[in-house]
């Protein structure tokens, strides 16, 4: 059953008790579910429903009672037991990679399930989905997010977005840059924004905030660009190049379009 919102209007209060009494009838031990906007809405309120006990952003699971999970932006790891049935868990969609092929499979039951509408005390109105031509954040295999060295939001039209272009890559941001008013809140990275697990991370302009390695500190490799050499983003980069992005940036560009036509 999908965790979100219902055409007809039913709400995620709905939801909650609908799962709510899937779990008390099936006797579920543990219900899991990605740690999404949806999910971080919804599984808490299950969690209270049944008076169970509840792991948020799970990174780790080490047995049926106890995970592991970030906490101080990352800089620390928490181990939690939840002692107390059912218990409920949220799992950071990017700290877990996809099962082999080969894996045993469990058995996957349909249950058809209507929310009852009288349980709802919020009707959902409207969807509104933005459109982009680019990959969605959240799922594309390479980002470039810029920060608040691109100096202003022409800037990020001009240089980022033909890399992005030339790449076949998602836009992302520093929450720095969100909050100049650079780009839109949807583009931001970080601990308050999208967290996000490429195959590979372009960071231009970013100096490396605590907030915003949060949201991209899991991609398998991290490229930084910036002036400034004692970035903390080096910290983490794979591959670092100090240098002015206004400059770097478009010569990248140009030779990641040479590749390709190669």
Do not use: W
Request: hydrophobic share 45%.
């Amino acid at each position: 059953m999908p965790m979100g919102e219902r055409p007809d209007g039913s709400s995620r209060s709905a939801y909650t008790a609908a799962i709510a009494e899937i779990v008390k009838q099936k006797d579920v031990e543990v219900v899991i579910g990605a740690a999404t906007a949806v999910g971080k809405d919804l599984l808490p309120r299950v969690a209270a429903r049944l008076g169970g006990g509840m792991a948020s952003d799970v990174t780790a699971i080490v047995d049926a009672r106890t995970f592991k999970r970030p906490m101080y932006a990352g800089n620390a790891i928490a181990t939690i037991q939840i002692d107390s049935a059912p218990r409920v868990v949220s799992v950071r969609t990017t700290a877990f990679d996809a099962a082999p092929k080969d894996a045993q499979k469990g058995t996957v039951e349909k249950l058809a399930v209507t929310p009852d509408a009288a349980h709802a005390q919020a009707r959902f109105v409207e969807f509104a989905e933005t459109k982009s031509d680019r990959p969605v954040l959240t799922e594309a295999r390479i980002v470039c997010s810029g920060g608040r060295g691109l100096k202003n939001g022409e800037n990020f039209t001009v240089y980022l977005e033909p890399l992005c272009d030339a790449l076949g890559a998602a836009m992302g941001a520093s929450r720095a840059a969100v909050d100049a008013g650079f780009v839109p809140n949807d583009l931001q990275v970080g601990q308050t924004g999208k967290v996000v697990a490429p195959a590979l991370y372009i960071a231009v302009g970013i100096s490396g905030a605590i907030q915003h390695l949060a949201g991209m500190k899991d991609s398998k490799v991290i490229v930084a660009i910036n002036k400034d050499a004692e970035a903390p983003i080096f910290q983490i980069a794979d591959y670092g190049l100090v240098a002015d992005l206004f400059k770097a940036v478009p010569e990248l560009t140009e030779e990641v379009k040479k590749l390709k036509g190669a």
